[in-house]
């Protein structure tokens, strides 16, 4: 594949070789993918939810722990 692209450059003026591989190309697709997830980041606002019970043995602090695979809102802000 490398040999196919390089040429098909050097036929659109390209002076260089064009590096195709089987582990190259998934690698720099993820790091292209990371680099774009980054650049499109938006700052979201989250709330965490406690509460301070008075109860006849003392009080107590509760505060909710939401587990990682519960289903989320898509909520721009």
Known sequence: MTRAYTLAGQNKGLKSVLSVGRVQTPILGLIVNRYLAF????????????AQMMLDAGTV????????DAPVDKIKC
């Open 39 to 50: 650049k499109n980041h938006a700052v979201a606002s989250y709330f965490t939810v406690s």
């Open 61 to 68: 602090l509760a505060k909710l722990v939401v587990p990682e």
